[in-house]
């Protein structure tokens, strides 16, 4: 009798629009723990909604857009500007099911 492996199943959690993640820098805890952190959730393959609004240094914004903008390139994945200060990071696998397509095109800005 031959067993054969299963199929290794892939699991989605809804939509990338479902599955997005609003999230605001906390400028009273280290920047670097939460960009580790926010590369971890891009790398599983959530979209991540970042808000730089609390960070005060034009130069931690710059390095913390550089540090997410690099995890996202090496996935394969692209960066939108929505606004001066909020970034959509997320994985070119996000991008197929169309829903983000569609909230940055309600957004009304995109590069």
Not at 40 to 69: H, Q, T
């Amino acid at each position: 009798m031959i067993i054969g492996r299963k199929k290794k199943e892939i699991r989605k959690l809804g939509s990338a629009f479902d599955r997005l993640l609003n999230y605001t820098f906390k400028k009273d805890e280290d920047i670097n723990s939460q960009l580790l952190d926010l590369a971890d959730i891009v790398m599983a393959n959530r979209p991540l909604l970042a808000n730089f609004e609390e960070i005060k240094s034009i130069g931690e914004v710059n390095y913390a857009i550089s540090f997410l903008s690099g995890v996202v390139y090496a996935l394969g994945g692209t960066v939108y500007s929505l606004g001066n200060e909020v970034r959509l990071f997320a994985t070119g696998e996000a991008f197929e099911d169309g829903t983000l397509q569609k909230y940055i095109k309600d957004f009304g800005k995109n590069e």
